[in-house]
């Protein structure tokens, strides 16, 4: 079993750093030239912003953070140590945010941990596990906070037309399908009948006109077979830590928004709730999205979802949204990526040549 190493290295280049932003800042010079009511006076609002609430926001991003760090670290057994746990995350956000979000970072999560010392069928394991639980967090969770929310999810947007406005509804609901569906035949396939799953995948690939991808089925078949060995025997004390800090990565991320609409609008509790349930929404929608970590297409629907509660701060609140959540990852990464590869080749190149 190996990686295509060139294809990850295609990936991880800072050099991809500059596709998204061209992207993102060129739907929002878009939003500045056409719509009407975005001009100097609406980036002045700015400065209403109440400094408590900013604060809050940048230190729930934090927080989750150190909720994936955290993570990382519970699920490889703390064969990482924290300061190896930090380089993979950011690689890793980067990995994702350089990616359409359809794609995500998983084989390029593989390497890297792979590279840190963890043996490859554990490394598939490990960002399965994490794959399966982020998506089922969407899965399990989204049902709960809709129900809360009472209905009021879908935004009532002046600027989408009833048939759009409809076709937006449907995305999300067969999005919620598919990844409730691949999150339930790849924990089945994981946890339960690894084999069987190969077998199925095979026969699927035995069809005349799908036969060209049949070798990549077959070997993804033995990493899924592989990964389910490592996982096997694995008691409470090991998922119960890493369950735990899935809902509090998610949860934090979310709530990273809901502290930066309320540093320009006051949000009374129920209001909270509609705006932790939009986002939801809003990212099942955008993990289909064919731009590098969703850019433009999260510049897009932001306004459609949230101008309901922000009004005149909406493009402002956009940009300090995408600014906290999504533009840090780019630049950690375009700066760790060559230390990090310094470190893993050429200081293990230098002890492999003292041997």
């Known amino acids: 079993m190996k990686l295509d190493n060139k294809k990850i290295f295609q990936t ?10 061209i992207i993102g800042l060129g739907i929002v010079f878009a939003m500045f ?28 991003i934090l927080f989750r953070d150190a909720g994936y760090v955290y993570r990382i670290r ?50 598939i394991a490990y960002v399965m596990v994490t794959a399966i639980l982020d998506n089922l967090f969407f899965v399990i969770g989204a049902p709960i906070i809709l129900f809360f929310a009472k ?16 076709s937006m509804e449907a995305i999300f609901w067969i999005s919620y399908a598919l990844y409730a569906t691949y999150s339930l035949v790849m924990a089945a396939a994981l946890f339960y009948r690894p084999r069987v799953f190969k077998w199925v995948l095979i026969k ?6 799908l036969r060209k991808w049949k ?69 099942i929608v955008m993990m289909i999205s064919p731009t590098p970590g969703s850019s433009g297409t999260a510049e897009f ?17 956009s940009i300090l949204w995408r600014l906290l959540s999504y533009y840090p990852y780019l630049i950690l990464g375009a700066l760790f990526l060559p230390r990090w590869i310094r470190q893993v080749f050429f200081k293990k190149n230098k002890k492999d040549k003292t041997k």
């Open 12 to 21: 991880l280049n800072p050099n991809k750093v500059w596709f998204p932003v």
């Open 33 to 60: 030239y056409f719509d009407p009511s975005v001009n100097g006076e609406t980036l002045d609002v700015v400065f209403d912003a109440s400094l408590p609430w900013i604060f809050l926001a940048v230190l729930v």
């Open 74 to 123: 519970e699920v490889t057994n703390r064969q990482l140590t924290w300061t190896r746990s930090i380089y993979v995350i950011i690689l890793w956000e980067f990995a994702s945010a350089v990616t359409p979000s359809v794609v995500g970072g998983t084989a390029v999560a593989i390497f890297i941990l792979n590279k840190e010392g963890i043996k490859l069928g554990r490394a």
């Open 151 to 166: 209905g009021n999810i879908f935004p009532e947007s002046k600027v989408l037309e009833s048939q759009l406005q409809n």
């Open 204 to 209: 699927i690939f035995s069809i005349k006109w």
């Open 215 to 283: 070798h990549d089925a077959d070997e993804y078949g033995n990493q899924i077979i592989e990964a389910s060995k490592e996982l096997a025997g694995k008691k409470i004390n090991y998922w119960l830590p890493i369950i735990l800090a899935t809902i509090f990565i998610w949860t934090s991320r979310y709530l990273m928004l809901n502290a930066l609409i309320s540093a320009f609008v006051p949000l009374e509790f129920f209001e909270h709730i509609i705006v932790f349930a939009r986002q939801v929404i809003m990212w």
């Open 301 to 317: 629907f932001f306004a459609q979802f949230f101008t309901q509660f922000l009004t005149k701060y909406t493009f402002v609140t």
